[in-house]
């Protein structure tokens, strides 16, 4: 069993003076957790303000975004 998980994280910028002069930084925020398909063509990811409802996002290659979108959507892993 595969039990890799990975964060969900958005950027929010910011500024802050130092030495009396604004200072552009980045902080990286959590939001959800994400974790791979069975069968590792996909990843799958929650969002903390939306529980119970699950994403997904298809890994293709080149080759495989130029099939008909009927054929690519077969297999769906839901």
């Known amino acids: 069993m595969n039990s890799n998980f990975y964060d969900v994280v958005v950027a929010k910028d910011y500024e802050v003076l130092e030495n009396g002069k604004p200072v552009k930084k980045t902080r990286w925020n959590q939001v959800g957790t994400a974790w791979p398909s069975k069968n590792g ?36 892993p839901f």
């Not at 939306?50 to 099939?67: A, C, F, K, M």
């Open 41 to 76: 063509n996909s990843l799958l990811f929650e969002l903390f303000l939306i529980p119970g409802q699950r994403y997904v996002v298809r890994l293709r290659n080149s080759e495989e975004t130029n099939q008909p979108q009927e054929t690519a959507s077969q297999d769906a």
